[in-house]
């Protein structure tokens, strides 16, 4: 059964309706029109809307209390989804919350159309007991299709939504939410008869709705099938992350059936997210802030660079080992070789997190003189000693500034939502330094337009990035992607 994708429209006129449905049908064969967005809806409106059609259509009435928008009473709302059956729309849609024997009736005189008799639930996922619970009541119903969306508090949520899409092949099921996207995405893989995206951004008709246009282009959303290997970034801000723009299509030009996601969890999340990573056999995975160096009590084993580094930035699930790699050292050295040879330079790194160790053991193995600031004193101390390189102290920044030929901030002071802050103020630069932010979001950090400012040559994160995301993908496939293509779809995320 291959999952259909339906994009909601939800004008509140019928002439705007019209016009979002056959922008829609460029894109899809399915449409949803949510009726209860068009204001003082009325069957002779309806009439209008059914007959401008030229796809199928899910026909949807939510009320108010169920976080629609038709104010109307429920004998006109379901005189409009009986009208939609004698106008011979391919589907209606109905809650479950809505009357047994009102959804009998719709039921036993659905003529040609389906129906699917749908639960929401917007304030979370319930355990898959009570979601199978759920399943099992509506399917006495008898519906041609059966709707289970929940709200995802946490990216765990969505596991439970995969176990239950599990050999039902009457259910439409995914999560809500920011958190939820991966099940919308994934859809294919796991069996949802439907998943649903957006026109656009501004015309969601529930949270977490994807744009049909990144859904295809970013996510490549028709190659995915229930042999498609997942990989994604485990970071507590992935969402902002670029990597699913630059991995997708490199997937693709190989004709590699691989999806690239993002992996939005706490510290918290993280232990029941790689139960969950291995349960499912996921095939690998970034790491970023803050789970560099946690993740590592939770996978099997780490190679040589990162028992060095202390901590690991890619996963690669081997035959169901988990195995730890660092390429972000590679990414950081690759980046600032582009400006400048490294033997015998001398180097300031700015952190005394994962990346920081990265960019150390990089610097070092390229015969470079290190010195390390860190706003906690002792962190940078014993960082310093791991790798038995300099530290110095924070309120010292211009001296070091003038003493050294290349400056790498490794900290995330500057990344989204702080764009106004730098770890070296205006007044601390002198010209003629070389100065990395690895910073990806935004890709002109505070630091560099101020290092840029005081004649400094800068260096994005998003060399960074390109760079460490090659030697993953190799790590990953066993493939070379095409350095230009990565390139270029890294350009325009900027």
């Known amino acids: 059964m291959k999952t259909r994708i339906c994009v909601p429209v939800t004008a509140d006129t019928v002439d705007q309706a019209i016009v979002d449905l056959k922008q829609a049908e460029k894109f899809t064969d399915l449409v949803e029109l949510r009726i209860d967005f068009i204001k003082n809806i009325d069957i002779g409106k309806l009439e209008i809307l059914l007959k401008n059609k030229t796809k199928e259509v899910i026909v949807t009435c939510r009320p108010k209390s169920l976080n629609g928008n038709f104010i109307g009473n429920e004998k006109e709302r379901i005189n409009l989804l009986k009208k939609s059956i004698e106008l011979n729309a391919e589907f209606v849609d109905i809650e479950s919350d809505s009357d047994n024997g009102l959804i009998g009736d719709i039921i036993q005189n659905k003529k040609n159309t389906k129906i699917i008799v749908s639960y929401h639930n917007f304030k979370e996922t319930p355990k898959l007991e009570q979601l199978a ?81 990144e859904m295809d282009n970013v996510y490549n959303f028709s190659l995915i099938n229930e042999e498609t290997m997942v990989i994604g970034l485990i970071g507590e801000h992935a969402e902002h992350s670029k990597s699913k723009s630059i991995m997708n299509p490199s997937f693709k030009d190989l004709k590699l059936n691989f999806v690239y996601l993002t992996f939005k969890l706490t510290t918290d ?148 939502p702080n764009i106004n802050e730098s ?66 779809k890294l350009k325009l995320t900027l």
């Open 133 to 213: 619970n759920i399943y099992n009541d509506i399917k006495k119903l008898n519906p041609d299709l059966i709707k289970i969306v929940t709200f995802a508090g946490s990216i765990n949520d969505n596991f439970e939504i995969f176990k239950l899409l599990k050999d039902k092949n009457d259910l439409i099921s995914f999560c809500m939410g920011l958190r939820g996207e991966i099940s919308r995405i994934l859809a294919p893989k796991y069996g949802s008869c439907i998943t649903f995206a957006s026109l656009n951004e501004e015309k969601v008709s529930a949270p977490g709705q994807i744009d049909i246009n």
């Open 269 to 416: 999340e993280l232990p029941a997210f790689m139960k969950n990573f291995r349960q499912f056999e996921f095939a690998g995975a970034s790491v970023t802030i803050p789970h560099k160096l946690k993740i590592i009590k939770m996978i099997d084993e780490i190679d040589e660079t990162a028992q060095k580094i202390g901590a690991t930035n890619t996963i690669v699930n081997k035959n169901d080992k988990l195995m730890g790699y660092n390429t972000d050292y590679y990414g950081a050295i690759e980046a600032l070789k582009e400006k400048t040879p490294l033997n015998n330079k001398k180097a300031l790194v700015l952190g005394a997190g994962g990346a920081a160790r990265a960019v150390i053991y990089g610097l070092k193995k390229e015969g470079a003189g290190i010195t390390i600031v860190n706003r906690t004193k002792e962190k940078a101390e014993k960082l310093a000693s791991d790798f038995d390189v300099k530290f110095s102290e924070i309120n010292n920044m211009k001296k070091l500034v003038i003493d050294n030929d290349i400056i790498v901030n490794t900290t995330s002071v500057g990344m989204v």
């Open 423 to 488: 770890i070296i103020k205006e007044d601390e630069f002198v010209s003629g330094k070389i100065v990395m932010d690895i910073v990806p979001i935004p890709p002109n950090t505070k630091l560099l337009k101020i290092a840029k400012s005081a004649g400094c040559q800068v260096i994005s994160g998003n060399r960074m990035l390109l760079h460490q995301a090659i030697k993953q993908f190799r790590l990953w496939t066993g493939q070379d992607p095409k350095f230009k293509l990565m390139e270029s």
